[in-house]
């Protein structure tokens, strides 16, 4: 398949709900989404014994009470700028196919519904594909992007390599 049909193919097989630069995670959905968070008013999705990210670093720097106790003692998280993308893809950053791309294999896993996909991974693959001024995942080879990806240092890059192999192997 030539540029051209490959782009009008991915622009007739990626649904609205992810086809934006945004594209937002329901806390309850059961790929994007780990449940809520259990402390009350607190609406995002939860990391970690029932906390999101934020609770849970409150929790740890509270010297790791009972977390029945601090789930039910702590109040919710102050809204800053930026905070409203914890529980969002932001594909803002690429350009249309590569956005794309990203937007298909996050449809194809959400269809599939076997793998979580936690927002940190895309953010992972996003900043990789932006650094790498690429216009498609396919044109580098497979081994190339995950030499890049490894060269980057990440503690542990394990889901990210994992959806940059389902990714290629979907758009192939």
């Known amino acids: 398949i030539g540029h051209d049909d490959r782009l009008a193919a991915l622009l007739a097989a990626v649904r609205p709900e992810f086809a934006g630069d945004i594209i937002r995670v329901d806390p309850d959905d059961p790929v994007f989404g780990r449940g809520r968070c259990g402390v009350a008013g607190c609406a995002r999705t939860s990391w970690a014994l029932q906390l999101c990210a934020a609770h849970h670093q409150r929790w740890a720097k ?3 009470p009972a977390v029945e106790q601090f789930r039910a003692t702590t109040g919710p998280i102050a809204i800053r700028a ?10 803002s950053a690429l350009a249309t196919r590569p956005r794309l791309e990203v937007a298909y294999t996050l449809q194809c896993r959400h269809d599939e519904r076997s793998v979580r996909v936690p927002p940190s991974t895309i953010r992972h693959l996003v900043g990789l594909l932006v650094d790498s001024g690429a216009n498609s995942l396919l044109e580098r080879p497979l081994d190339s992007w995950l030499d890049a990806l490894r060269a980057r240092g990440w503690k542990d890059p394990t889901r990210t390599i994992a959806h940059l192999r389902f990714a290629y192997r979907h758009l192939a």
């Open 62 to 64: 509270h010297g790791k």
């Open 82 to 91: 930026g905070s409203e993308m914890v529980d969002a893809f932001d594909l």
